[in-house]
Nanobody, 119 residues
């Protein structure tokens, strides 16, 4: 059974940092590209970042480039998103997802973790 569980969300002040984790099981993690998305109420889910199965390729939403870093540890079946210089507009539910291939179809989703950036 596929399980994708995000953690590390919470309340942070503008300019602060947060690191999200995503623990995956039930599939061969090292064979899948992985992505982070986010969603705010009444808006479509937004792509943030993706990393290839081996970690050698990454891509980002323009608005988070230079502030967010996606990484993975295939020995721990875990995906990360390090977020720095957070802004109120980064407030959203953040989702982890598994992609069939890099830049390919997303096939597994986590349940999400709330990130709130507010003073």
């Amino acid at each position: 059974q596929v399980q994708i569980v995000e953690s590390g969300g919470g309340l942070v002040q503008p300019g602060g940092s947060l690191k999200l984790s995503c623990a995956a099981s039930g599939f061969v993690f090292r064979n899948y590209a992985m992505s982070w998305y986010r969603q705010v109420p009444e808006k479509e889910r937004e792509f943030i970042a993706e990393i290839s199965s081996g970690g050698g390729n990454t891509r980002y939403l323009d608005s988070v480039k230079g502030r967010f870093t996606i990484s993975r540890d295939n020995t721990k079946n875990t995906l990360y998103l390090e977020m720095n210089s957070l802004k109120p507009e980064d407030t959203a539910v953040y989702f982890c997802a598994a992609d069939r291939t890099y830049r390919g179809q997303t096939i597994y989703w986590g349940q999400g973790t709330q990130v709130t950036v507010s003073s």
